[in-house]
């Protein structure tokens, strides 16, 4: 059984690792390109991490909310344009989902009477932008359910043959 940090504040890297019940030493075997001394830096917050190392860790732990944490919070341009995207079970999203599109469908005319000129007028401004915070609030929750099936995926909960083949047939 590896030893369990006991330190407060444990990254999300340090967390995911010691989830799995890994040591350092053996999560370095699994992930195959990443030193003990290296995943104990990155994980005590001396060095960032680089993001084909995020990647690995993502693909070897099963863990890919590890690619959405860094981009959202680590790299400098996804702090930027990056929302950080939460585990939320598939009832919860798709109720957020529903929720979302129906403010939307309600708005829809507001739109079109907005935009129509082409030309956004001063008191139009406040629906604008209401519309597109709601939007916005799709855009999330289109990427939570993206995450959600990646996770199932890894995870084995979702047949990833099956699930491949049925994208393929869906681009043909």
């Known amino acids: 059984m590896p030893r369990v940090s006991t330190r407060a504040q444990k990254n999300i890297y340090q967390q995911t ?6 040591s350092r030493e053996r999560a370095s075997e699994l992930l195959g390109t990443i030193p003990p001394e290296r995943i104990e830096r990155i994980e005590s917050g001396r060095f ?5 190392e995020v990647m690995c860790m993502a693909d070897k732990y099963g863990a890919p909310q590890l690619c959405n944490y860094y981009c959202a ?5 996804g ?3 990056v929302p950080e995207i939460k585990v939320k079970d598939l009832t ?4 957020e989902m529903l929720s979302s599109l129906n403010s939307v469908r ?8 907005i935009t129509a000129d082409g030309v956004i007028e001063a008191d139009e401004v406040e ?3 209401a519309i597109q915070e709601e939007l916005e609030r799709i855009s999330i929750t289109v990427e939570t359910l993206q995450l959600w099936a990646e996770q199932k995926l890894s995870s084995g909960e979702i047949d990833a043959q099956a699930y491949e083949a049925a994208r393929q047939r869906r681009k043909a």
């Not at 919860?92 to 109720?95: F, M, N, R, W």
């Not at 309600?106 to 009477?113: A, L």
Request: charged share 40%; with cysteine; hydrophobic share 40%.
């Open 127 to 129: 629906d604008f932008i």
């Open 48 to 52: 960032a991490a680089h993001p084909d």
């Open 106 to 113: 309600r708005r829809q005319e507001r739109m079109i009477e």
């Open 92 to 95: 919860q999203i798709v109720l």
């Open 73 to 77: 919070n680590e790299c400098a341009i």
């Open 17 to 22: 690792r010691e989830e799995l019940g890994l």
């Open 79 to 81: 702090r930027e344009y």
